[in-house]
């Protein structure tokens, strides 16, 4: 969507950023619902536990150089 747009690269890796985070949110409601024998204290604390890190430290620079790459330097 970043190229679509016409967005700089380091717009394009924000872009990336906010749309993997959207796991936050989602995940929790599908396991809710997918699985509703799963204890909720277990699910609503991992995703942000273990994707939050992931993300700040392998996900910002991987984004960051899928949007170099597609984009162009910054």
Do not use: Q
Request: proline content about 11%.
């Amino acid at each position: 969507m970043a190229w679509v747009f016409g967005l700089f690269p380091d717009d394009g890796a924000l872009l990336m950023v906010l749309a993997a985070s959207a796991s936050y949110i989602a995940v929790p409601a599908v396991v809710r619902h997918a699985i509703p024998e799963a204890n909720p204290s277990l699910f609503i604390g991992m995703s942000p536990g273990l994707t939050f890190p992931f993300n700040i430290m392998l996900g910002i620079p991987i984004h960051k150089g899928v949007a170099a790459a597609l984009l162009g330097p910054g």
